[in-house]
């Protein structure tokens, strides 16, 4: 969101903060790739990262060369813990069900950016869309519907209050 503030198109999963985001400035002037958060759960019970792995050529080609070594020169195994959490202990954020969805909306991010005229509207409208999230509004809404709190007067609204009585 401060990114968006200040004039960054955000590419980024479809949770809870980018999708207030894209009903703020609309899904055109972002890029959003991968499951919803409905998807994510109705795939819990069957979901295989393996599929991915065997189906997707540029996911297999991305952790070949992860699990070859050629990221990690004279330090053999270092990603491993990364290849075991995406295959053998079966992917729980389903990282691997995103990925070619974030390569394509990679692409389209750089075809849209040979668009001078397109990428700056997106940006004018991400910063004029960011109003709601300022930090005032955000920590004013926490207050009252998570914390439960009331604001506190100080000595100087106090004063203001006692003056316009």
């Given at each position: 969101?401060?990114?968006?503030?200040?004039?960054?198109?955000?590419?980024?999963?479809?949770?809870?903060?980018?999708?207030?985001?894209?009903?703020?400035?609309?899904?055109?002037?972002?890029?959003?790739?991968?499951?919803?958060?409905?998807?994510?759960?109705?795939?819990?019970?069957?979901?295989?990262?393996?599929?991915?792995?065997q189906?997707?050529?540029?996911?297999?080609?991305?952790?070949?060369?992860?699990?070859?070594?050629?990221?990690?020169?004279?330090?053999a195994?270092?990603?491993?813990?990364?290849?075991?959490?995406l295959?053998?202990?079966?992917?729980?954020?389903?990282?691997?069900?995103?990925?070619?969805?974030?390569?394509?909306?990679?692409?389209?991010?750089?075809?849209?950016?040979?668009?001078?005229?397109?990428?700056?509207?997106?940006?004018?409208?991400?910063?004029?869309?960011?109003?709601?999230?300022?930090?005032?509004r955000?920590?004013?809404?926490?207050?009252?519907?998570?914390?439960?709190?009331?604001?506190?007067?100080?000595?100087?609204?106090?004063?203001?209050?006692?003056?316009?009585?």
């Amino acid at each position: 969101m401060k990114f968006m503030m200040n004039g960054a198109l955000t590419i980024g999963t479809r949770d809870g903060a980018t999708v207030e985001m894209a009903e703020a400035v609309g899904e055109e002037n972002m890029f959003l790739f991968g499951l919803t958060a409905s998807q994510v759960e109705q795939s819990r019970g069957w979901y295989n990262p393996y599929w991915h792995y065997q189906n997707e050529p540029e996911t297999r080609a991305a952790l070949d060369l992860i699990s070859s070594g050629h990221f990690n020169p004279g330090e053999a195994g270092v990603f491993d813990p990364i290849l075991d959490v995406l295959l053998a202990k079966g992917d729980f954020y389903l990282h691997l069900a995103d990925l070619h969805s974030y390569s394509e909306v990679h692409a389209r991010l750089g075809h849209f950016y040979l668009n001078p005229e397109a990428w700056a509207r997106a940006v004018v409208l991400n910063v004029a869309s960011s109003g709601p999230f300022s930090s005032d509004r955000t920590i004013a809404q926490y207050a009252t519907e998570i914390w439960d709190v009331v604001p506190c007067p100080t000595t100087e609204s106090a004063r203001a209050v006692e003056g316009a009585s």
